[in-house]
């Protein structure tokens, strides 16, 4: 069970230290989440980006005097550049620095020097919840905007596998919507439950998912009990699947704002973790992103 973040990190100096390749990395916050995960022995970085306004931040913040900067001072060859260091072995683990997310996408998953891999890209979060035992997770609430049945597919697919990478090797999974019966005018829960033909055909690994269910039920044995649903899940989620990413940005962002919880995230899908974290994010929460990265580098 992955308890919280620190027992997160600690998982994540268990399998050595990994590169992370930052691009446009003249961003403060960025940077000290990097001296704070070089404190921990997760990674190294390759810096990509102004190096007349990273180097003094670089120095200021105490990250190593030999670390490497590579020097382009136009943002979207320096999301391009690292991207390309990320895909010749240099570094595993992409990040963003300070360049705008279209931006820093389109050099990420250029089809010469990218990460491409031919799936859908997902975007992951975990929260800890104070009072919650556990760390949970969501998908999809920064990346799709609609997805559709096909796309959930794709975007469980990644969850579970990033799960199984962290130790959890048989996660419950509630695939939300406003209420538990299918009904054709709310295709969230026509979608929901194709989700959970999709599990019992094999088409997706293994997990325990119920859905259509409602956030109150996913989490309440009380709230599934008063309404006469028997549950394998409630109280006991490990990845909300969101219908759409108003649903998961509005819960996300209440998690965080009202419930004081920490967060992480990354996307999945292509060829290696990449860190994109919101401007509004702190340092340790860029942190924590970047120790869940470390946990999905394939070694």
């Known amino acids: ?40 022995g997760l990674v190294k970085a390759i810096l ?24 382009e001072t136009d943002l979207d060859k320096a999301a391009l550049t690292a991207a390309s260091l990320v895909r010749n072995g240099e570094a595993q683990i992409l990040m963003k ?21 031919g799936r859908q890209l997902s975007h992951f979060v975990g929260f800890e919840v104070p009072g919650e035992e556990k760390l949970i997770f969501h998908t999809d609430g920064g990346m799709n905007v609609a997805p559709g049945l096909a796309e959930k597919k794709q975007i469980l697919t990644n ?26 005018k709310i295709p969230a829960t026509v979608d929901a439950d194709g989700l959970v033909q999709a ?5 997706i690994p293994e997990c325990v998912i119920e859905g259509p269910i409602a956030l109150d039920v996913a989490l309440s044995t009380e709230a599934a009990k008063h309404k006469g649903i028997k549950s394998e899940i409630s109280g006991k989620v490990d990845i909300f699947l969101v219908p759409n990413i108003e649903s998961g940005n509005v819960l996300g962002k209440s998690l965080v704002f009202y419930g004081k919880a920490k967060i992480a995230g990354v996307i999945l899908g292509a060829t290696h973790p990449i860190v994109m974290t919101s401007r509004s994010d702190t340092a340790e929460a860029k942190t924590n992103s970047i120790a869940m990265a470390c946990c999905l580098v394939k070694r």
């Open 199 to 203: 599990v019992k055909a094999g088409e």
């Open 97 to 117: 620095g300070l360049i705008n997310s279209s931006n820093f996408l389109r050099g990420a998953l250029n089809a010469e020097c990218g990460l491409r891999s």
């Open 48 to 71: 990509v980006g102004d190096e007349a306004a990273i180097r003094p931040l670089a120095a200021e913040i105490g990250l190593p005097a030999d670390v490497r900067i590579v020097n």
């Open 159 to 184: 969850a579970l596998e990033a799960l199984k990478a962290m130790g959890v090797d048989k996660p419950n999974v509630a695939a939300l919507t406003a209420n538990e019966q299918v009904n054709p």
């Open 1 to 40: 069970m992955l308890k919280n973040f620190q027992y997160l990190v600690e998982q994540a100096k268990t399998r050595g230290t990994v590169t992370v390749s930052v691009a446009a990395a003249q961003d403060r916050e960025v940077l000290e989440a990097l001296k704070a995960a070089y404190d921990l």
